[in-house]
């Protein structure tokens, strides 16, 4: 183990038994520097660990404090059950009010991010306007395909551009995926909670689901591998990194081990990767299909999460799936392609990461503390290494109840039970994050904690 993680590691250890409360300051770089024998930029990367996994939070000109995870933050009970085949259904029990930003997983981009899009836009308008009466490249344009396929290979995953196929967004490149490698009636094996979108198009393909249990280190493999030798699943869909809605990210050895059980049984691993590069951390996590040596891994992802959502441009790797695949594309807007290989190309879009992953540090920090100060004492929470949502479970909770107020105070909620199929987390909400807590939200936070007073079971 690195040296700056040895250090790190002791100071966690030093929190958790309460030797380091939350407030206190702690020493400066140089200080801890000529303590620990250590280089200043050992130092450095030792805090910035800390401050990565949510132990310390960092103030402009005053230094590192310890945060407020040390206080009252349990990670929720991940229910163990044994998955059996089940029916999806089209969730209904939304809150009824519009898409807001403690509802919606999504991202607040900043100005200055946003007219370097433009100008990306600007500048893709002029380098199409002799292919305007052309259709877009069913596989996806060339120049796309390959800066995407270098944007990847400099964080790790290696990438040819020939590999990879353009999509609109993530969504459809899991629909796609789903399409070409089942049937109606077959049966899918998703996480549990799963993201509620995954739910409804599983239902609308007229597929069946075997929900798995969440685990602290991923997903129970054990109970995938059962279903794989007794032939009651005919494929995966799994967020691998940061999941929605609960947050975790599946360990290295886990990811080795489902491309392993992909190619054991032939079986396709679809990999929704829509927030792999959402780590708070300074480098992203690697896919399961980065161990893929099969072709049966399925990748996709998209900007929708990372950048913008109204761009609807994704991508996937299909592996041995990549002909079926390709012939079921219809082709994206050359424009917008054009636009973001613009994007990527210039290095705004790596720069726009360096920026939003510490920002999501810091507003991880923000949420947390404001939580731990405000829900009932025996809530739990989250806090995860990347993503964009929170999950937090409050024994007690009546979610119709909160519902229904929540919807009196015009708030955009999602319960625990949109993420199921069964009658599991009833107890649970999923916050977003993505958002600065500013007076605005906080303000919608408070109303929140009021309404959840009235929600909870004494």
Known sequence: MAKYKQIARQFIDDIEAGKLSAGVKMPSLRRLANQQSI???????????????????????????????????????????????????????????????LGRAQLAIDDSTLQLVNKSLRAAIRQTSALFGDYPARQGEPMLRQVLAEHFTQNGLLLKAEELVITHGCMDAVRRA??????????????????????????????????????????????????????????????????NPQGITMSVEQKQRLARLAADY?????????????????????????????????????????????????????????????????????????????????????????????????????????????????SRITAPDGGLVLWLQIPGLDPQKLIKLAQGAQLDIRVGQLFTASQRYQDCLRLNMGWPLDQNLKQQLDRLMAIMGHSVHC
């Open 178 to 243: 789903l399409e070409v490698c089942t049937q109606p009636g077959d049966s899918v094996a998703i996480s549990s909670p799963c993201y509620d979108g995954l739910l409804d198009l599983l239902s609308v393909l007229g597929l069946q689901i075997v929900e798995l249990p969440s685990l602290k280190e991923g997903i129970d493999l054990a109970q995938l591998e059962a279903h794989l030798q007794q032939g009651t699943v005919q494929a995966g869909l799994f967020c691998t990194s940061h999941m």
């Open 39 to 101: 280089s200043m930029t050992t130092a450095v990367s030792c805090y910035q660990e800390l401050e990565a996994l949510g132990w310390l939070v960092a103030r402009p000109q005053a230094g590192f404090f310890v945060s407020a995870r040390s206080q009252n933050l349990r990670q929720p009970d991940w229910q163990r059950f044994t998955s059996k085949v089940a029916k999806p259904r089209v969730q209904a029990h939304r809150s009824q009010v519009p898409d807001g930003p």
């Open 266 to 378: 032939k079986t396709p691993m679809i990999e929704d990767d829509i927030y792999l590069e959402l780590s708070h951390q300074t480098q992203m996590p690697l896919p399961a299909s980065y161990y893929d040596q099969s072709g049966y891994m399925l990748w996709c992802g998209s900007v929708s999460k990372t950048l913008s959502a109204s761009l609807r441009v994704g991508w996937c790797r299909p592996g041995r799936y990549r002909q079926a695949f390709i012939e079921r594309s219809f082709g994206v807007s050359t424009i917008l392609q054009f636009a973001l290989a613009d994007f990527i190309d210039k290095g705004d879009y790596a720069k726009h990461m360096k920026r939003v992953r510490y920002q999501l540090q810091q507003q991880k920090q923000h949420y947390l503390a404001y939580l731990t100060q405000h829900l009932p004492p025996s």
